[in-house]
């Protein structure tokens, strides 16, 4: 069963920085690729970015090209989402998820409870 555990939300200002963190569990870490979504307010969840199972390819939207950063540490059954220069419109539930190959936009339906992060204006 898989079990995904994020953590390092929270409450910044506009121009501030987080770096979230996803613990994975009960899966092949090491062979399974990882996306981040996010989910505002009386929004659908929408996808962030996503990077390989060997690290070689990490892939964003376009909102976070410049400022989100996707890594993972296989060591530790973890991927890990630096954001950078956080506006209000930042603010959701951001939750991590197993992607599949063909379409790293696509999750697996394995969800865990999310971080909440909050920037204010």
């Known amino acids: 069963q898989v079990q995904l555990v994020e953590s390092g939300g929270g409450l910044v200002q506009t121009g501030g920085s987080l770096r979230l963190s996803c613990e994975v569990s009960?899966?092949?870490?090491?062979?399974?690729?990882m996306g981040w979504f996010r989910q505002a307010p009386g929004k659908e969840r929408e996808f962030v970015g996503a990077?390989?199972?060997?690290?070689?390819?990490?892939h964003y939207v376009d909102f976070a090209k410049t400022r989100f950063t996707i890594s993972r540490d296989n060591a530790k059954n973890t991927v890990y989402l630096q954001m950078n220069d956080l506006k209000p419109e930042d603010t959701a539930v951001y939750y991590c998820?197993?992607?599949?190959?063909?379409?790293?936009?696509?999750?697996?339906?394995?969800w865990g409870q999310g971080a909440q992060v909050t920037v204010s204006s």
């Open positions: 998820a197993r992607v599949h190959d063909s379409d790293f936009a696509l999750p697996y339906n394995d």
């Open positions: 009960g899966i092949s870490f090491d062979t399974t690729h």
């Open positions: 990077i390989s199972a060997r690290a070689i390819r990490p």
